[in-house]
């Protein structure tokens, strides 16, 4: 084999034997429970958010506050990782706009990545669109768009600017009320970049091994449980596969304990941990799959129905109703003893 030739472990012929050896190894391994643990990036959640806002580690009333709440909710609202997505964060790659919904003006931020490690420019990926994510205004203090609007007045942008960078070092001298500028004219390095969530839970007494990457796990969490389409949690974590997604979707001990509900008492999950899937988020939703029934051209089901009162599992006709409703006809009525069999009366009051 000449030195200028490519080697191939998983795939070369000549390595067969030696791969097969490492196979055996590693299951025999596997059997004594040797390296069967795999190692996924400690998850934050809401209540270690809620500490280190307790705690002032994150606050929008002195620059370290706000750097530290601005870093936190870039990572975890854009999805961010960990590394190069931080330290390559420019200030032009966040635009404010304002779109009119449901007859009201929101507004938001628009973060576009400028290149990434599903991203990295080349001739592979010349039909390969940017990520961008918009993150909308709420009522909330911790609202994502107020703490870029507070970062984005107190920074000197002209300098972060000219220095190519977003994160500007925190004013340690700055006092409350005085004309001190909230932030130095340097960007923050990337060893201090590289070790904030991990520094802000040391100061808030948190443990658990915490890293900036944990912020994207925290936010493609949050997206699964509350049932978000993969689509649309896809779109804002820039993943190019579902299966490097799912990844992220951590199950949560609530749906553990649903899931031994189900084991023992039977019955099913409830309506909350179900996974809508993204094709059928705008299809027209009917209760539990209750099957809706077929109306013939003279509505005669309709008018039959337009006065039933259903109370428990009886159903009642009113008379009304009844003396109202035209005579069916046969295949009308075949229809309708048809369409009643397949409904579960339990099923239509399942709150």
Same mark, same amino acid.
């Given at each position: 084999?000449?030195?200028? /030739? /490519?080697?191939?472990?998983?795939?070369?012929?000549?390595?067969?034997?030696?791969?097969?050896?490492?196979?055996?190894?590693?299951?025999?391994?596997?059997?004594?429970?040797?390296?069967?643990?795999? *190692?996924?990036?400690?998850?934050?959640?809401?209540?270690?958010?809620?500490?280190?806002?307790?705690?002032?580690?994150?606050?929008?009333?002195?620059?370290? !506050?706000? =750097?530290?709440?601005?870093?936190?909710?870039? !990572?975890? %609202?854009?999805? +961010?990782?960990?590394?190069?997505?931080?330290?390559?964060?420019?200030?032009?790659?966040?635009?404010? &706009?304002?779109?009119?919904?449901?007859? *009201?003006?929101?507004?938001?931020?628009?973060?576009?990545?400028?290149?990434?490690?599903?991203?990295?420019?080349?001739?592979?990926?010349? %039909?390969?669109?940017?990520?961008?994510?918009?993150?909308?205004?709420?009522?909330?203090?911790?609202?994502?768009?107020?703490? +870029?609007?507070?970062?984005? /007045?107190?920074?000197?942008?002209?300098?972060?600017?000219?220095?190519?960078? =977003?994160?500007?070092?925190?004013?340690? /001298? =700055? $006092?409350?009320?005085?004309?001190?500028?909230?932030?130095? *004219?340097?960007?923050?390095?990337?060893?201090?970049?590289?070790?904030?969530?991990?520094?802000?839970?040391?100061?808030?007494?948190?443990?658990?091994?915490?890293? %900036?990457?944990?912020?994207?796990?925290? !936010?493609?969490?949050?997206?699964?449980?509350?049932?978000?389409? &993969?689509?649309?949690?896809?779109?804002?974590?820039?993943?190019?596969?579902? #299966?490097?997604?799912?990844?992220? #979707?951590?199950?949560?001990?609530?749906?553990?304990?649903?899931?031994?509900?189900?084991?023992?008492?039977?019955?099913?999950?409830?309506?909350?941990?179900?996974? *809508?899937?993204?094709? $059928?988020?705008?299809?027209?939703?009917?209760?539990? !799959?209750?099957?809706?029934?077929?109306?013939?051209?003279?509505?005669?089901?309709?008018?039959?129905? $337009?006065?039933?009162? =259903?109370?428990?599992?009886?159903?009642?006709?009113?008379?009304?109703?009844?003396?109202?409703?035209?005579?069916?006809?046969?295949?009308?009525?075949?229809?309708?003893? #048809?369409?009643?069999?397949?409904?579960?009366?339990?099923?239509?009051?399942?709150?």
């Amino acid at each position: 084999m000449r030195p200028t /030739e /490519e080697i191939n472990f998983s795939q070369d012929i000549v390595f067969r034997p030696l791969r097969n050896v490492c196979d055996a190894v590693y299951k025999r391994l596997h059997s004594k429970d040797i390296g069967v643990d795999t *190692k996924a990036t400690p998850l934050l959640s809401k209540n270690e958010e809620d500490i280190l806002w307790e705690r002032g580690i994150l606050s929008l009333d002195n620059p370290t !506050g706000l =750097f530290n709440a601005v870093f936190f909710y870039n !990572g975890k %609202n854009f999805c +961010l990782r960990g590394g190069a997505e931080h330290r390559n964060l420019r200030v032009s790659q966040l635009s404010r &706009e304002t779109n009119i919904i449901d007859g *009201k003006e929101v507004s938001c931020y628009v973060y576009t990545e400028y290149g990434s490690k599903n991203n990295q420019g080349g001739l592979a990926s010349l %039909n390969q669109r940017n990520k961008t994510v918009k993150q909308y205004e709420t009522d909330s203090e911790r609202c994502h768009v107020k703490i +870029l609007d507070k970062y984005l /007045e107190v920074l000197r942008c002209d300098t972060a600017l000219e220095n190519d960078a =977003f994160y500007m070092q925190p004013n340690s /001298e =700055f $006092s409350s009320g005085s004309s001190m500028p909230w932030f130095k *004219k340097t960007p923050v390095g990337k060893n201090t970049l590289a070790v904030m969530i991990k520094k802000m839970c040391e100061r808030a007494g948190i443990s658990g091994g915490y890293t %900036n990457h944990s912020l994207r796990a925290f !936010g493609t969490t949050t997206l699964f449980h509350a049932n978000v389409p &993969e689509k649309l949690i896809q779109q804002r974590t820039g993943h190019q596969s579902l #299966e490097a997604l799912r990844q992220y #979707e951590r199950t949560s001990e609530s749906q553990l304990l649903d899931i031994s509900n189900v084991m023992t008492h039977g019955g099913k999950l409830p309506s909350t941990n179900v996974k *809508k899937d993204a094709s $059928s988020a705008n299809k027209p939703s009917t209760k539990l !799959g209750v099957p809706q029934l077929p109306v013939p051209k003279n509505d005669s089901v309709t008018l039959l129905l $337009s006065n039933c009162t =259903f109370t428990g599992c009886s159903v009642t006709l009113s008379g009304q109703a009844m003396n109202q409703a035209p005579q069916k006809t046969i295949d009308e009525q075949k229809i309708f003893e #048809e369409t009643l069999k397949d409904i579960n009366i339990d099923d239509v009051f399942d709150d």
